[in-house]
């Protein structure tokens, strides 16, 4: 491979990667027309068409998007190997990338971060927070951050949190007009305050558990949100039942703002855990932030 091969398919990558000439030009700190001109010269060489352009937007044709499924994991893997030179230096630094869900970013990852960061100011981190589950190595992400129910197998999980539990609950002048459910199947009497899932765009079943038995409970109520946030704000408002986390409502508890029903159906679920693909060449800022969130409670 000569040398302006590999300058001219990382250049591909970006653009490919950024759907615009525009912004991959800006990334990589050259001009439009030269990394038009690096592109053609590419295409040239391999005679085929890499990119389809339009007014809106640059795809990859389907020969480009062969190149790219070999393309971006050796890229990836030549970064991983440029960024680990890193550690020959006495203070960890460089970008960390995380996908995260707001709940683990406010409650996990922020009061780490705090702590963290002004000790070692050469470290950089971008928080990405997004409800649904995303493709870390498509997306260049170095890890994610979910539930431990929800990782795949085949990558490393560290745990960075307690146990969750859920909660369903309701005002007290909802409870003045409302008999309290002994067993989830009373739910069914009851408005409940419903949320969208981002991932695949359903409703979320509320989860039960005891002495060994898992049920699923569909609910009814005036109300559909795909925030937690503007549930909560409407259970406060007695407009009817939540299942939210503990965590989102422990304050609400303790002040009476909100009373919770059916605990005993409630068990504990893996909590949260960060994870990575097994084959990551870990930087010492990625090392660092890891042991930094490691639970161990």
């Not at 990382?10 to 653009?15: E, M, P, Q, Y």
């Not at 795809?59 to 062969?66: H, I, M």
């Not at 259970?235 to 909100?258: K, W």
Request: aromatic content about 6%; charged content about 25%; proline content about 5%.
């Amino acid at each position: 491979m000569q040398r302006e091969d590999l300058v001219d398919l990382a250049a591909f990558a970006t653009v490919a990667e950024e759907q615009s000439f525009t912004k991959a030009a800006a990334r990589l700190g050259t001009s439009q027309s030269a990394l038009s001109h690096t592109i053609r010269r590419l295409e040239a060489r391999l005679g085929v068409r890499l990119l389809t352009r339009t007014t809106r937007r640059v795809a990859p044709t389907q020969a480009g998007e062969r190149l790219l499924r070999v393309l971006g994991p050796a890229l990836d893997t030549i970064a991983a190997e440029l960024v680990s030179l890193g550690q020959l230096r006495d203070r960890p630094a460089g970008m960390v990338r995380i996908t995260t869900s707001e709940h683990a970013a406010h409650d996990v990852l922020w009061p780490v971060l705090e702590r963290l960061l002004p000790e070692y100011p050469d470290i950089q981190v971008e928080l990405s927070v997004s409800g649904s589950l995303t493709d870390i190595v498509a997306e260049r992400f170095d890890a994610g951050v979910r539930l431990g129910e929800s990782i795949d197998k085949d990558m490393v999980a560290v745990r960075i949190g307690p146990d969750l539990r859920m909660a369903v609950v309701g005002s007290p002048a909802y409870w003045a007009e409302h008999p309290r459910p002994v067993t989830p199947q009373d739910l069914n009497g009851h408005r409940c305050i419903n949320l969208r899932l981002p991932t695949a765009g359903g409703l979320y079943a509320w989860e039960f558990g005891k002495d060994g038995r898992e049920l699923r409970v569909r609910v009814d109520g005036q109300l559909v949100f795909n925030s937690v946030s503007l549930v909560l704000r409407a259970a406060l408002a007695g407009l009817g039942l939540a299942c939210v986390m503990e965590d989102h409502v422990r304050t609400h508890l303790v002040e009476g703002s909100l009373v919770r029903v059916l605990e005993d159906w409630c068990p504990p679920f893996a909590g949260y855990h960060l994870y990575y693909p097994s084959r990551r060449q870990p930087s010492a800022a990625f090392a660092l932030l890891v042991e930094s969130l490691r639970y161990r409670g």
